[in-house]
């Protein structure tokens, strides 16, 4: 069975601060896919990128950055610079069979920035 | 990127009633179709996986009489739940996938059922 454990519930930055959320996964497949999300307080998810299992290369984008390490089976989330518009609920997730697979999400982190 | 919509946004009901949430996939076909369904504070856990024309699969410990779901075209699926209860009350979200030469799913916006 997968799992996505994110052991931080919730985090308190002040702007400008940088943040790392934490995302450990368990699966028995070599083949899968992990998943970031934003849930702002309206709701709907946003895509925030996509890493094949077969992928370890960092990534970044703005002022987010992904640490992919299978050794450590750890996909974390690294905001730079965080701002206020950052604050929402962050979600990692696993699916299994492809990009478009069922996915197993992690508990969230809230995220919470101030001024 | 591809839009997902649901209808509707949010929905107050009466207990014991039954309430209908639509997902669309606006421009283009989604062979399945995922249902999530996400308590206050808490993770999105999937409820089921709906196939164009045939029978849903559910999750274990969901329950198929009361969540039923219709995936009867390539761009519409439905979830009903049926003789709703304030324990049903949540946030249901729908996710669409689509499969070929770009293999993708995408989220719709989500649907908050109150039961009261």
């Known amino acids: 069975a997968q799992k996505v454990t994110q052991a931080q519930t919730e985090i308190s930055v002040v702007e400008k601060e940088d943040v790392t959320l934490d995302c450990v996964y368990e699966t028995r497949d070599t083949t899968y896919y992990l998943f970031w999300y934003k849930q702002p307080p309206s709701g709907e998810l946003v895509f925030l990128i996509r890493r094949n299992s077969f992928d370890e290369q960092n990534e970044i984008s703005g002022r987010y950055s992904w640490n992919f390490q299978k050794s450590t089976s750890s996909f974390n989330f690294t905001i730079t610079a965080s701002q206020v518009v950052d604050s929402a609920v962050y979600f990692c997730?696993?699916?299994?069979?492809?990009?478009?697979?069922?996915?197993?999400f992690g508990t969230g982190t809230r995220l919470q920035v101030t001024l | 990127g591809a839009v997902v919509s649901q209808h509707p946004s949010w929905v107050i009901c009466k207990s014991g009633t039954s309430v209908k949430i639509e997902c669309r996939s606006l421009d283009f076909q989604a062979t399945t179709m995922f249902w999530y369904r996400q308590f206050p504070k808490q993770s999105l856990m999937l409820m089921a996986t709906?196939?164009?024309?045939?029978?849903?699969?559910?999750e274990q410990g969901v329950e198929k009489d009361k969540f039923l779901i219709n995936h009867a075209s390539l761009t519409l699926s439905t979830l009903t739940v049926t003789s709703a209860h304030p324990e049903d009350s949540s946030f249901y979200i729908c996710?669409?996938?689509?499969?070929?030469?770009?293999?993708?799913?995408?989220f719709g916006p989500g649907t908050r059922l109150t039961v009261l």
């Open positions: 996710s669409a996938a689509t499969y070929g030469t770009r293999t993708e799913q995408f």
């Open positions: 709906s196939n164009e024309g045939s029978k849903a699969t559910y």
């Open positions: 997730a696993l699916g299994l069979s492809g990009t478009a697979s069922k996915l197993t």
